[in-house]
């Protein structure tokens, strides 16, 4: 079995003590925050406007931190295995304050493989407007199926270019 040299062996160490660090914090966020319980009953929809914009944050928080802990156990699991995966989720969603760049943070991984093997094959942003438009159309059209078959991600796949 190889030795991992002094310089691998310390990034392996912080990113252990992250995960170990951020492994509790959904479970300590989920039960101090009443977002999943308020998601889960339905009780959101009795929400005024301003306390629904505070659900929908602390949701989308809470969703995040949660696919980070996963996705940098799955980084520290293939770093010991010797492969280094690029980073999913740069930054935290409450840093973006651009759609597109929310967009770009959020599976970043999974972004730039759809730019370059569906966005970019398409003709990409040089085409003219219609057709920018119609291949957002088609990428996020693919997210959603990739995601689930459901006519509400295939709307939003189909209105999401509009503010792009």
């Not at 160490?13 to 951020?22: D, I, K, M």
């Amino acid at each position: 079995m190889a030795s991992l040299s002094a310089g691998a062996a310390t990034h392996l160490g912080r990113r252990a003590l992250h995960l170990v660090t951020t492994r509790s914090a959904p479970t300590r966020t989920s039960t101090s925050i009443p977002a999943p319980t308020l998601g889960r009953s339905g009780a959101y929809r009795r929400l005024a406007p301003l306390p629904l914009c505070v659900f929908a944050y602390w949701q989308l928080k809470l969703v995040w931190l949660k696919f980070v802990v996963m996705w940098r156990a799955f980084r520290l699991w293939a770093a010991l295995d010797g492969v280094l995966a690029p980073e999913n989720l740069p930054a935290c969603v409450s840093r973006q304050y651009t759609l597109s760049g929310f967009w770009r943070c959020w599976h970043a991984s999974f972004n730039r493989w759809l730019v370059r093997y569906v966005y970019l094959p398409l003709g990409g942003r040089g085409s003219g407007r219609f057709a920018r438009w119609r291949n957002l159309c088609v990428v996020f059209g693919f997210v959603a199926l990739w995601h689930d078959v459901s006519p509400k991600l295939m709307a939003w796949g189909a209105l999401l270019p509009l503010a792009f």
